[in-house]
C-alpha cells in the first residue's frame, strides 16, 4: 500500500509521461496513430487523477485525525508538495 506522499509523487510522474505522448514524432511511439497516442495520454491522466485523490484523501484524514501533522508526516509532505 502506497503512502500519501508516494501517491502524490506518481501521479506527478504520470502527468510527466502523458506529455511524452502529446510530442511522440521520434522513437518508437512515432508509428502510433494520433488516437492511440491520445488514448495513451488519457488514460495516464485518469491515473494520475486517481493517485491525486488518494494523496489528498491520505492528507486530509491525516490532518483530521492527528490535529494537525505529526512532524515526520509534515516532513514526508513537505518534500514532495513543499516548493521546489
Same mark, same amino acid.
Given at each position: 500500500? =502506497? ?6 509523487? %506518481? !501521479? ?6 502523458? /506529455?511524452?505522448? @502529446?510530442? *511522440? ?13 491520445? =488514448? ?6 485518469? %491515473? !494520475? ?6 494523496? /489528498?484523501?491520505? @492528507?486530509? *484524514? ?13 516532513? =514526508? ?8
Amino acid at each position: 500500500m =502506497a503512502t500519501g506522499p508516494e501517491h502524490y509523487r %506518481e !501521479a506527478e510522474r504520470l502527468i510527466e509521461q502523458s /506529455k511524452t505522448w @502529446a510530442n *511522440a514524432d521520434t522513437g518508437w511511439k512515432a508509428h502510433l496513430s494520433p488516437e492511440v497516442r491520445r =488514448a495513451y495520454r488519457m488514460a495516464d491522466l485518469a %491515473e !494520475a487523477q486517481v493517485h491525486a485523490d488518494l494523496a /489528498k484523501a491520505a @492528507a486530509t *484524514a491525516m490532518g483530521a485525525l492527528s490535529g494537525g501533522m505529526a512532524g515526520e508526516d509534515y516532513s =514526508a509532505w513537505d518534500k514532495v508538495a513543499g516548493e521546489h
